[in-house]
T-cell receptor
Framework: EADIYQTPRYLVIGTGKKITLECSQT?????MYWYQQDPGMELHLIHY???????EKGDLSSESTVSRIRTEHFPLTLESARPSHTSQYLC?????????????FGPGTRLTVL | GQNIDQPTEMTATEGAIVQINCTYQ??????LFWYQQHAGEAPTFLSY????GLEEKGRFSSFLSRSKGYSYLLLKELQMKDSASYLC??????????FGTGTRLKVLA
């Protein structure tokens, strides 16, 4: 069973606020990812990391930042929330080794920006 | 560009067999994944194909043809709990996965 956690599960916040979405995994995975998913739509990669102090931007990263100070922790920060940020945010992790491995997903954070 | 196509929705009857197709055009290819996602939940891994052919895992099988850019997920002996979205994803480029929009499967009694 995958051990990857996200908090908060649900968040309603006003425009302009700074928010941090938390993601932690206890599997010792080197690779971690943040995705954004709207209902009925594909997952869009926001950021990914292949180890401590290594992060890369995905397709939708311009309005958010991440950090990877510890292997198990990969928080996502929105500096100034906007209604367009309303979405589901999914964190995932995978082992190193092969270039591609199955991803284990957290339960998600459903964000609403008013 | 990079593109993954799946049918939006499919309906099948409990106990039947259903095949969900996925075609892809990506700049790189390092394997194809299938995930199951129940409504409001996170995706969970079902299968991975990197070589041509069929991979079988219990009631679920996945097929890949790299020359055709084509895969399918075969679900046998459908159960009500199989009602979910099925996501096709391709490993393309360094550490990057491209996801399709998913196929919403409804299993009817």
């Amino acid at each position: 069973e995958a051990d990857i956690y996200q908090t908060p599960r649900y968040l309603v916040i006003g425009t302009g606020k700074k928010i941090t979405l938390e993601c932690s995994q206890t599997m010792g995975h080197d690779k971690m990812y943040w995705y954004q998913q709207d209902p009925g739509m594909e997952l869009h990669l926001i950021h990914y990391s292949y180890g401590v102090n290594s992060t890369e931007k995905g397709d939708l990263s311009s309005e958010s930042t991440v950090s990877r100070i510890r292997t198990e922790h990969f928080p996502l920060t929105l500096e100034s929330a906007r209604p367009s940020h309303t979405s589901q945010y999914l964190c995932a992790s995978s082992v190193a080794g092969r270039v591609y491995n199955e991803q284990f997903f957290g339960p998600g954070t459903r964000l609403t920006v008013l | 560009g990079q593109n993954i196509d799946q049918p939006t929705e499919m309906t099948a009857t409990e106990g039947a067999i259903v095949q969900i197709n996925c075609t892809y055009q990506t700049s790189g290819f390092n394997g194809l994944f299938w995930y199951q996602q129940h409504a409001g939940e996170a995706p969970t891994f079902l299968s991975y194909n990197v070589l041509d052919g069929l991979e079988e895992k219990g009631r679920f099988s996945s097929f890949l043809s790299r020359s055709k850019g084509y895969s399918y997920l075969l679900l046998k002996e459908l159960q009500m709990k199989d009602s979910a979205s099925y996501l096709c994803a391709v490993g393309s480029g360094t550490y990057k996965y491209i996801f399709g929009t998913g196929t919403r499967l409804k299993v009817l009694a």
